[in-house]
């Protein structure tokens, strides 16, 4: 089975969405085999599953302990392709880590480029200034790549990443820009620069937060979290960017918390005491993802997140399950 790029990402109606999730349903419950006996597992046949409320979701927890890669042309994702193209989690050790092993990385480059283009514009509008000390500071961040290439595009010579030299990147912040600034960084990295801003951002400032405390902060919930760095910078509103390793597509928030998806892109909820049962509308719940650009290694993950699902899609991260492991995926402490 081959899906185009053209497939993924011009899907223009629910209908389409559905036919594409279910094709590539059956196409990794046949070629991807850690999905495949996880199905097998659950005793489920894939010909039996015809919508895709049925599908169920793979536990993000086998992207630790397993290779989750859908077979392409027949056989496995070449080595070569593995070796040069493998996305980590920082996980809490060295050996408490995801990968993404990705056969084609231009489906993660087409993904993030449309996304980012889709809520945003195009990247050269931009300059885009990047706060990302914990994933700098290690190898396979799917996110610096994702960056890295965004910052290319914009073109502008103040463009770029910063690690500890935030005395600069304050000054920088201060300085009027003829374009829109973007200001994207690991939420902890954004408290400290915060107290070198003290409110005197430069306008047309866009602040996005990602990647959580990661350890180096006491927790806040995402209210105190944003009243704190709107009085910082001097924005109305802070948005966000929730990614993870195991996804080539990211979903942004651009105010209260709320994210919203690209068109390839699905998330529901569910119980959190059965998880092959949804949530109610509204309600807190385990949340999953359809990522239809994972065509390669698994589209369907039940994440550790906790999350509300509202009637038009959009969803609201609230926090993990308990004895959940610390990672880069934008997270704050349930109230």
């Known amino acids: ?195 070198k801003i003290k409110g005197n951002g430069s306008e047309n400032l866009i602040v996005m937060e990602t990647g959580g405390m990661k350890g180096k902060r006491k927790e806040m919930v995402r209210e105190e979290l944003h009243e704190t760095l709107c009085a910082s910078y001097g924005v109305k509103k802070i948005h966000s960017e929730y990614g993870m390793t195991e996804l080539l597509s990211q979903a942004y928030s651009k105010s209260d918390g709320i994210f919203n998806c690209p068109p390839w892109m699905k998330v529901s909820a569910r119980d959190v005491n059965d998880p092959f049962s949804a949530a109610a509308e509204g309600k807190t719940g385990g949340i999953n993802v359809i990522d239809l650009a994972n065509v390669h290694s698994c589209s369907f993950i039940a994440t550790q997140d906790l999350g509300k699902v509202y009637a038009d899609g959009s969803v609201e991260i609230l926090g993990r399950f308990d004895n959940s492991d610390l990672r880069g995926c934008n997270l704050m402490s349930l109230s």
């Open 1 to 195: 089975m081959e899906i185009k790029a053209a497939d993924l990402f011009n899907i223009d109606s629910e209908r389409r969405f559905n036919e594409l999730a279910l094709d590539i349903f059956r196409y990794q419950a046949a070629k991807n085999e850690v999905y495949s006996e996880y199905l097998k597992g659950l005793r489920l046949k894939a010909e039996e599953i015809d919508s895709v409320a049925q599908i169920p979701f793979l536990p993000i927890g086998f992207f630790k302990t397993h290779k989750v890669c859908t077979k392409y042309n027949g056989s496995a994702s070449s080595p070569q392709v593995l070796q040069s193209t493998i996305f980590t989690s920082s996980g809490t050790s060295g050996d408490d880590t995801s990968k993404h092993y990705v056969h084609d990385i231009s489906l993660y480059e087409e993904s993030f480029r449309k996304g980012f283009e889709l809520f945003y514009g195009k990247p050269k509008e931009y300059r885009i200034l990047a706060l990302l000390p914990s994933y700098l500071e290690r190898e396979g961040s799917s996110l610096v790549y994702m960056l890295n290439d965004l910052i290319k595009q914009s073109a502008d010579p103040e463009s770029g990443f910063y690690l500890h030299n935030l005395d600069e990147l304050a000054e920088k912040l201060k300085q009027k820009s003829k374009k829109k600034t973007l200001l994207l960084g690991v939420t902890y990295a954004l408290l400290d620069l915060a107290e």
